[in-house]
């Protein structure tokens, strides 16, 4: 499987932003994530969706609200939806993949994008 991210880019605050992670190879039953990273820090998952049934996972409630992942597996497509930006939403924002079922098992994605910069300012 190889990850392609887009969507990103610099919004205000209050703002909504919606990326795409493409999937050449297919994503039928891997797990499909979205990190972030800040500069000098590690990347954190934020969202996390499973195939076929695509059941969600978030890393904190509060994320629940704002944030949406998505996944149109005709498309091989995973979205990450964000309303509501705010300025500790900026960092780089990468998609990542793994074959298993533990998609809320942030330490077993393996496979990565080149990732697609946020800024909230």
């Known amino acids: 499987v190889q990850l392609v991210e887009s969507g990103g880019g610099l919004v205000q605050p209050g703002g909504s932003l919606r990326l795409s992670c493409a999937a050449s190879?297919?994503?039928?039953?891997?797990?499909v994530a979205w990190f972030r990273q800040v500069a000098g820090k590690a990347r954190l998952g934020v969202a996390s969706i499973s195939s076929p049934v695509g059941t969600t996972y978030y890393r904190d409630d509060s994320l629940k609200g704002r944030f949406t992942i998505s996944r149109d597996s005709a498309k091989n497509t995973v979205f990450l939806e964000m309303y509501g930006l705010e300025a500790g939403d900026t960092g780089m924002y990468y998609c990542?993949?793994?074959?298993?079922?533990?998609?809320?098992?942030?330490?077993?994605?393996?496979?990565w994008g080149q990732g697609t910069q946020v800024t909230v300012s």
């Open positions: 190879g297919g994503m039928y039953r891997h797990c």
């Open positions: 990542a993949a793994h074959s298993g079922t533990l998609c809320s098992d942030w330490t077993r994605y393996r496979t």
